[in-house]
């Protein structure tokens, strides 16, 4: 990195008659006039990137996708265009730029095609990396180089959840020129990057930026930690390396904030740490084989750590455990707090299903957790995410259930803005719960109260209050009754669904 700092020629002066009066006396031992004419350092960027950039662009390529759809009379367009992955906010800013137009005279049909942007990793074997939404639905898929050239890519294998895609061209019909990925955790906030890219299909173009932020969660993903960038990212960037400067790829370009469709210096890009192992599984699989620990978790808010006696929010929340997984042994359970995972520090949740996914299948691993306020150690095998996944589905496929209809309860209770009866077969089979679940039902929820607030709904079985087991509506109010003797402020409420699935809330008790 090229950069330079410059002083002021007065404070210059002062430093250099310090040190000719008292030898190596520091710049603080000036007298206070001295400090009122002292300036802040003026920070200039790299006088130039032109140097790198010349290595790069032959490794730096557009790709452009074609595909035949099939449309009605007309030629109405019925094809949304590519975007990010479902569910993120900024789906309406982030549309990648694209171009229709008809396929000759076909009835009935046209052909769309797309354009975006990706980086030879691998000369030797023609491997190509770029964004999964970019060649989303391709049935061609081409490689267009710097000098011209073109090359018809097939498809390795693609990530949704990261939008990472891997293609493949044939290295013997012309010699490729390959970068390297960096390491993403070293980057700081400040640091230069460069960007090189295809925005708006002009291909070859090259921005300077800072890293802004690090770490940025977007939602477009279970996994997002973004680098944010303010290098220039355009539509058409998609896919394209973001290089710090030493020429090494530390993120791969993928989305940006912009309600005008420009650069409005808020790019995203996802960090070489996470995508490099993406794509090695994709090189060899053809796939995705992530680490699977088998539960369910949830944020742990300020309110739940007094609850469970934390002095600080941190780690993730176990709020269930999913049968047939790699801890349905008991070994990690409900109202753990998972803190280190395999040697990691899990500051909060959106940390787990991370350090948890760039694990090995099958690895043995030691997860520390907090159980009843005490920090214990389990050793954990991981199993497959993607068989996790399909287990999960045929859980919630069981417990799908219609809405209950409201009925008198039996041995009731009201306490923290609930009425409370005991599970008996008549509760149990009005709001069809599950035979596994046990604990108090809820029958009513207060309007306005803190209960309805925090998501308490009806037909919810209270099974754990502070980490201990109630099954009556008078083990519900001693427990309440004992925390308030004891100063606590909330209860820690452990809830079920009528199907079995935890999760944890927190109600205030003043």
């Known amino acids: 990195m090229v950069s330079t700092t410059f002083r002021s020629a007065t404070r210059k002066a002062l430093i250099g008659a310090a040190a000719g009066a008292i030898g190596a006396a520091s710049l603080w031992s000036l007298p206070p006039s001295a400090h009122a004419q002292a300036q802040p350092p003026v920070v200039q960027g790299p006088a130039s990137v032109a140097d790198l950039a010349e290595g790069l662009l032959d490794a730096v390529v557009n790709i452009s996708t074609s595909q035949n759809v099939r449309g009605s009379s007309g030629g109405q367009r019925n094809v949304p265009p590519p ?45 190509v990396v770029t964004n999964n939404h970019v060649i989303a639905d391709a049935d061609e898929i081409e490689v267009n180089f710097a000098d011209g050239g073109k090359l018809k890519a097939e498809l390795v294998g693609t990530d949704p959840k990261t939008d990472i895609a891997v293609l493949k061209v044939d290295p013997s019909i012309r010699e490729l020129t390959a970068v390297e990925f960096g390491d993403s955790t070293s980057i700081r906030i400040g640091d230069w990057v460069m960007a090189i890219g295809n925005p708006f299909g002009l291909g070859g173009s090259v921005s300077i930026g800072i890293v802004s932020a690090r770490g940025r969660d977007i939602q477009s993903g279970p996994y997002d930690d973004f680098i944010q960038t303010d290098a220039a990212i355009n539509r058409g960037n998609s896919g394209g390396p973001l290089f710090d400067m030493y020429g090494r790829v530390i993120g791969i370009n993928t989305a940006i904030i912009s309600p005008s469709g420009g650069s409005i210096g808020i790019g995203f890009s996802i960090p070489s740490q996470l995508a490099v192992g993406v794509i090695d599984q994709l090189r060899e699989f053809g796939e995705t084989r992530r680490g699977w620990l088998g539960v369910r978790i949830q944020p742990v808010t300020d309110d739940i750590a007094e609850s469970l006696g934390m002095d600080r929010a941190t780690g993730a929340l176990v709020a269930g455990v999913i049968k047939g997984g790699p801890v349905d042994d008991g070994s990690i359970q409900p109202g753990d707090v998972i803190i280190r995972f395999d040697g990691k520090e899990v500051r909060n949740m959106r940390d787990l299903p991370r350090v948890v996914a760039e694990s090995p299948v099958g690895k043995a691993v030691d997860v520390i957790v907090i159980r009843k306020g005490e920090e214990q150690t389990v050793a954990v095998t991981l199993g497959r995410l993607e068989d996790g996944e399909r287990l999960a589905e045929g859980e919630a496929t069981e ?58 709904n009806v037909g ?39 199907a079995g699935e935890l999760r944890f809330v927190t109600i205030r008790m003043d």
């Open 460 to 498: 919810d079985v209270i099974t754990e209050i502070a980490q201990e087991s109630v099954s009556s509506p008078k083990d519900v109010l001693d427990r309440v009754n004992a925390l308030k003797t004891q100063g606590r402020r909330n209860a820690l409420l452990m809830l079920s669904s009528n």
């Open 83 to 127: 975007g990010l992955p479902e569910g993120s906010p900024f789906q309406e800013f982030f549309d990648e730029f694209f171009s229709e137009r008809d396929g000759g005279n076909q009835p009935g049909g046209r052909r769309v095609q797309s354009l975006g942007s990706g980086f030879v990793i691998d000369a030797e074997e023609g491997i």
């Open 399 to 456: 417990g799908e259930t219609d809405t209950p209809e409201e009925v008198a309860p039996v041995a009731t209770a009201t306490v923290l803005g609930m009425t409370i009866a005991e599970l008996d077969e008549d509760t149990r089979a009005t709001y069809e719960i599950s035979s596994e679940v046990s604990g108090v039902v809820v029958t009513e929820v207060e309007d306005g109260s803190v209960a309805q607030e925090r998501g308490v």
